[in-house]
């Protein structure tokens, strides 16, 4: 959700601060702003919209200084407008936020008494007021800052600047992630690394609770009770190169084209070469004692945990449960003895997962994650996390942490079995050489986007698409619906179609899409008399199936998309390709915002 930076440095900060904010675009955002300190003198500028409109703004009205803050906003309290923009100034101090502050009306209705009356519809501007407010009563800034924290309830990451203090800020973070980057005489903040990537690759993670005083000088950190801490400085890999479109029109469709590669990477790193086992060397983790598992998520993630699920019973032998992160935490569910916990999400920061999984810490046996950042808040707090090397993903609707997800998660599943003694050493070493061979088939899929794309032509023209799918295929139905929705705004939903005759068949006319996700599995005769019964009421079919399948549906189909046959347990992660494929040539048919459809945040940091 929304982005935040920051510098105290020795040039010119406005240029670094839109630089930095451009590479936090992928989370989500309707309205950008920064505010400087100048010769003492504290100002800002603001724009709905893109950054670009910032920019050029800045253009009109520059803004000096060698020390500020930016911020883009994904509206939560008030709609996109200049002055719901941040940053937030009252008075003598700006301040920028992420996270939600849940007090704010107690604390509003506080500063009325005092006469200080809300300018915003936001919860944020409360911070700045009340800063302000005892900066007026004679607190020093840091103190002021802190004293305001000390009051906020909610989740939130916080940057303050000051006016007559241009060497001086002030962070904090409790919900929300926020990092520190180190230079030579210059300090830095962001939402996550890769906003400070173009400016140090020295990196430290503030963790719960913790508040920052920045100075050029360095970083002086207090914990959550208030004691002088340190925080290690690791050095991050990410250059220009992983954030830039590599020649492709957008970032999505690069993210598509890179699943051969960093899936081939997430095989190797958990399956090296030379051995059919699966050890994952250097994880201490062992499924023999485990009963039940837990596996919860939201959005794609989700997806990713109910396709793994059949993956845990069917090879493993292993109940599984799945929930949707934000009704778990809620409904606050017994853990059974003998049971683990296993979070996914591409960010690791996302809220709701987060607050599930310190939900489940002490009351499960053990806490696994399967993350795309390493150092992320669900990383750090589980007893082992997974990477899924699928490097920075910048297209807001997943795709290559989507099949990589799978991917770890069936490497999970193969491990379980092996554990649990439910595959032989020949089984297991038949799955591992399928896995091996998997970026092969992936590069074969790829080779059918031009089909796909004719195919997103027709189905552009849809106000509604039904997605198919039996047993392993029906959460990547669930998926494919996600993808179309989510880019191309149009209604799409995925059902199990042995589902279809207790309510979906009657949409069924000559103008309803319907998608079919066929293999030919062991469910392939059950799913094809599903399509008849689709195709007899005129819909249509859009089937997705191998050669074989292909065959047997006929020549009465409204369009077909070949895949390259491959073993059963991979038809989930060979079969997203054509249904990302198909959600984003249809967006651009459609000529909506592929990268960053409207009201979508990448990483969704509050609830």
């Given at each position: 959700m929304c982005g935040i930076v920051g510098v105290v440095g020795k040039h010119e900060a406005a240029p670094i601060l839109v630089e930095a904010l451009k590479r936090l675009e992928y989370r989500g955002y309707d309205s950008a702003g920064i505010a400087t300190v100048n010769e003492g003198r504290l100002d800002r500028r603001r724009a709905v919209g893109k950054l670009a409109n910032l920019s050029d703004l800045l253009v009109h009205q520059p803004l000096p200084g060698k020390i500020g803050i930016g911020h883009t906003r994904w509206a939560t309290h008030g709609a996109p407008s200049v002055s719901n923009?941040?940053?937030?100034?009252?008075?003598?101090?700006?301040?920028?936020?992420?996270?939600?502050?849940?007090?704010?009306?107690?604390?509003?209705?506080?500063?009325a008494e005092f006469g200080i009356q809300p300018e915003t519809e936001t919860d944020t501007e409360i911070v700045a007021q009340l800063t302000e407010h005892y900066l007026q009563n004679g607190d020093a800034p840091i103190a002021a800052a802190y004293r305001a924290l000390?009051?906020?309830?909610?989740?939130?990451?916080?940057a303050f600047v000051f006016d007559g203090h241009d060497d001086l800020m002030v962070v904090a973070r409790q919900g929300s992630p926020l990092a520190i980057g180190h230079g030579d005489g210059e300090m830095y903040i962001g939402s996550d690394a890769i906003a400070l990537a173009p400016?140090?690759?020295?990196?430290?993670?503030?963790?719960?609770?913790?508040?920052?005083?920045?100075?050029?000088?360095?970083?002086?950190?207090?914990?959550?009770?208030?004691?002088?801490?340190?925080r290690e400085i690791k050095t991050i890999a990410i250059?220009?190169?992983?954030?830039?479109?590599?020649?492709?029109?957008?970032?999505?469709?690069?993210?598509?084209?890179?699943?051969?590669?960093?899936?081939?990477?997430?095989?190797?790193?958990?399956?090296?070469?030379?051995?059919?086992?699966?050890?994952?060397?250097?994880?201490?983790?062992?499924?023999?004692?485990?009963?039940?598992?837990?596996?919860?998520?939201?959005?794609?993630?989700?997806?990713?945990?109910?396709?793994?699920?059949?993956?845990?019973?069917?090879?493993?032998?292993?109940?599984?449960?799945?929930?949707?992160?934000?009704?778990?935490?809620?409904?606050?569910?017994?853990?059974?003895?003998?049971?683990?916990?296993?979070?996914?999400?591409?960010s690791g920061e996302t809220a709701d997962t987060l607050a599930a999984l310190r939900y489940c810490t002490g009351k499960v046996d053990g806490i696994l994650s399967v993350v795309n950042a390493a150092e992320s808040s669900i990383a750090r707090e589980s007893d082992i996390a997974l990477p899924i090397h699928a490097g920075v993903e910048i297209g807001v609707a997943s795709t290559k942490a989507f099949t990589c997800q799978l991917t770890v998660l069936l490497i999970l599943a193969l491990k379980a079995a092996s554990d649990r003694?439910?595959?032989?050493?020949?089984?297991?070493?038949?799955?591992?050489?399928?896995?091996?061979?998997?970026?092969?088939?992936?590069?074969?899929?790829?080779?059918?986007?031009?089909?796909?794309?004719?195919?997103?032509?027709?189905?552009s023209e849809a106000r509604d698409v039904l997605f198919l799918g039996r047993g392993i295929m029906y959460p990547l139905a669930m998926e494919g619906a996600l993808k179309l929705k989510e880019i191309s705004y149009i209604h799409a939903e995925g059902y199990p179609a042995g589902e279809l005759k207790h309510g979906p068949i009657a949409l069924i006319d000559k103008n309803m899409p319907v998608v079919f996700m066929t293999p030919t599995d062991a469910l392939f005769d059950k799913t094809m008399s599903n399509m008849q019964e689709v195709m007899a009421r005129k819909g249509k079919v859009l089937m997705i199936s191998d050669a074989a399948g292909l065959s047997a549906g006929g020549n009465d189909l409204w369009n077909s998309i070949a895949m390259p046959e491959i073993h059963a347990s991979l038809t989930p992660i060979l079969y997203a390709l054509p249904a990302q494929l198909l959600a984003y040539h249809t967006a651009v048919a459609k000529g909506t915002d592929v990268d960053q459809p409207r009201n979508l945040a990448k990483s969704v940091t509050v609830e």
């Open positions: 923009s941040h940053p937030h100034q009252a008075g003598s101090v700006a301040v920028v936020h992420n996270g939600i502050i849940e007090n704010y009306r107690e604390l509003r209705a506080e500063l000390d009051r906020l309830e909610g989740a939130f990451a916080l400016m140090t690759n020295q990196v430290s993670y503030l963790e719960e609770g913790d508040r920052a005083v920045l100075s050029r000088a360095g970083a002086t950190i207090h914990d959550a009770a208030g004691a002088t801490v340190t250059d220009a190169a992983h954030v830039d479109k590599g020649g492709h029109k957008h970032f999505m469709a690069k993210e598509i084209n890179e699943q051969p590669t960093v899936i081939a990477e997430a095989i190797r790193c958990y399956l090296p070469t030379g051995s059919n086992s699966v050890t994952l060397e250097g994880v201490d983790l062992d499924f023999r004692n485990v009963e039940r598992l837990t596996m919860v998520a939201c959005g794609t993630a989700y997806y990713a945990c109910l396709t793994a699920k059949y993956w845990f019973e069917q090879l493993a032998g292993l109940p599984v449960e799945v929930d949707v992160a934000s009704e778990f935490r809620y409904r606050e569910p017994p853990m059974p003895a003998k049971s683990m916990a296993l979070f996914v999400s591409q003694g439910t595959m032989d050493e020949a089984q297991i070493a038949d799955h591992v050489a399928a896995l091996r061979g998997l970026p092969s088939a992936l590069n074969t899929a790829l080779e059918q986007s031009e089909a796909i794309r004719r195919a997103a032509l027709r189905l």
